[in-house]
């Protein structure tokens, strides 16, 4: 109870002190890569308290305690395909869609092939939400 008390509070921290540093970096000239390294700092630092506080612990042979560790791994690895495939989502769709709508304005008659590439480029997405699915599942 205590632990999910902690992280809860380590995650609130490491979105709140992130965001107000932006803030208050507007006000002068380089202040968005100290935001950034500062987000960047609370981020792992987050990920580093959460893992030594989940993943802790007596170390056994075999019983609960390896069933409870493998259930950790398996959020981790869903959490990870959902991410990963997302932002590869977003890298294609931003290219695919600029590409799309530079085609666009040159020859309308071509929406359908264009709207298609994006599409393809959205599914990679779909396509890791999929697999986390099936980890999970």
Known sequence: MVTKILLVVILLCSMIIPVGGFLLSKRREGG????????IFFFFGTVLVA????????????????????EGWRYLAAALSTGLSCIGAGIAVASAASAALGALSEDSSIM????????????IALYGLLISFSILG
Not at 32 to 39: E, H, I, P, S, V
């Open 32 to 39: 968005f890569k100290a935001a950034l390294g500062c987000n």
């Open 51 to 70: 893992d030594i506080l989940l993943f802790g612990g007596n170390v056994q042979a075999a019983g609960e305690a390896a069933v409870s560790n493998v």
């Open 112 to 123: 359908g092939k264009a709207l298609i590439f994006v599409a393809l480029a959205e599914s």
